[in-house]
């Protein structure tokens, strides 16, 4: 019942932008942390960014001041801003989530279906 579902991916050129969304439903009482991770083919699936539910945030040194990570808690939705995008920043991008559904007690780690990014040279 609970899932997340990722937006906004595409083919954009090295320089560009853009924003991907991840909107988490379903019969959700609290989110904890969120955050995004990328997969390229033949390599391990990284972290990107993660966010606390207050807001605190964490980078990758390989995105480090050219990705933003947001959330709008009210709306159980986590942003990835890309700007200045370059070819090494194709993959498959994954968002995740700590959801405490009220169904279940206790927390439970989440993984979207991931949105391809590709950026052309």
């Known amino acids: 019942q609970v899932q997340l579902v990722e937006s906004g991916g595409g083919l954009v050129q090295a320089g560009g932008s853009l924003r991907l969304s991840c909107a988490a439903s379903g019969s959700i009482l609290s989110i904890n942390a969120m955050g995004w991770y990328r997969q390229a083919p033949g390599k391990q699936r990284e972290l990107v960014a993660t966010?606390?539910?207050?807001?605190?945030?964490n980078y990758a040194d390989s995105v480090k001041g050219r990705f933003t990570i947001s959330r709008d808690n009210a709306k159980n939705t986590v942003y990835l801003q890309m700007n200045s995008l370059k070819p090494e920043d194709t993959a498959v991008y994954y968002c995740?989530?700590?959801?405490?559904?009220?169904?279940?007690?206790?927390?439970?780690?989440?993984w979207g279906q991931g949105t391809q990014v590709t950026v052309s040279s």
């Open positions: 966010i606390t539910s207050g807001g605190n945030t």
């Open positions: 995740n989530a700590d959801i405490k559904p009220r169904v279940l007690i206790g927390y439970k780690n989440y």
